[in-house]
Every structure is written in C-alpha cells, then in structure tokens.
C-alpha cells in the first residue's frame, strides 16, 4: 500500500489552508522573481487596500511606478542594494492608489536564496497609514509643547 497518493493530498490540503491564511490577512502578501524582476504572486489584498487589480502588478516597474516621487530614489535604491547582498530589510513609502491617493507603506522584504544566488524576494506590504498619522499628530504635539515651555504662564511672554 502506497503512502504517495495520501501524502499529496496532505501537501494539497496545507497548501489550500496556507494559501487561506495567507490571503486573509490586512497585509499584501508578494512574490518577485529576481532573475525576470516580475511578481509570481500578488494578493487579491491589493485590490483592496491599494484599489489596483492583481494583474495590473506585473512587474517591479509597476511597484516602482506606484510609489510616491519623493520616496522612490531612496526606496529603490536601499530595497536593491539590500536584496543584492542577500540582507532581509523593510521600508517604509507612500503608494499610489488607484484613484489618485496615497497610502503609507511598510514593506517588509525576505530574500530567498538558492545556492548562494539570489532566486527570489517574498513579502508583505502592511498599510501604515494611520501609525503614521499618529506619529505626526505626536511631532506637532512636541513642537507645541516645546514653544509652551518657552513661554511665560503670567506673561505669554
């Protein structure tokens, strides 16, 4: 009695569950290809929190075509160099939106290696927005406080 068939059904049925879990999370989980720099796999997530198709990610390109333009030199350069020297990293941008917004971005990049090469990056964008939001709202807060701490309470001197 063989054992094969029962276990192909198990790899199946974990794969399915895998693949439940993976795209039932907030995030948008990814696969890029680093020979074709194409993705492999985007979530169904992105239409979701970015409003863009899956199909319309085709490429690198596309993620870098989508990204604010006072964050993308920068981004683009730390993600390749990183990925290029085979070092997990996360990096935070603005993404565009299908309707013309932006949203905040942390994504966090794993780089997959085989035989000493880069073969591929898997990951996850996570929306920041509203930490970023917070994070604000805090400097503003600081900045009054810092002046209030400058003035006099009699004299608002």
Same mark, same amino acid.
């Given at each position: 009695?063989?054992? !094969?068939?029962?276990? &192909? ?22 696969? *890029? ?46 993600? $390749? ?5 085979? *070092?997990?990293? %996360?990096?935070?941008? &603005? ?9 905040? !971005? &942390? ?10 090469? $880069? ?8 929306? *920041? ?16 406080? %810092? ?11």
């Amino acid at each position: 009695m063989s054992t !094969i068939p029962n276990a &192909r059904c198990e790899m199946e049925t974990d794969s399915a569950v895998y693949k439940t879990l993976l795209e039932s999370t907030r995030a948008i989980p990814w696969k *890029i290809d680093w020979k074709t720099m194409t993705f492999s796999y985007i979530g169904p997530q992105i239409e979701t929190l970015l409003g863009w198709t899956q199909e319309s990610w085709v490429g690198v390109d596309d993620w870098v075509a989508r990204m604010h333009p006072e964050d993308r030199d920068y981004v683009v350069n730390f993600c $390749v160099s990183q990925s290029q020297s085979g *070092i997990d990293h %996360e990096a935070d941008y &603005r993404a565009l939106t299908a309707d013309g917004g932006y949203v905040w !971005i &942390r994504d966090v990049v794993h780089v997959v290696r085989k035989d000493g090469e $880069v073969e591929a990056l898997v990951g996850f964008m996570f929306d *920041i927005s509203e930490r970023k939001k917070a994070e604000d709202r805090l400097l503003q807060l600081q900045k009054e406080l %810092e002046v209030l701490s400058f003035q006099d309470g009699l004299t608002g001197l």
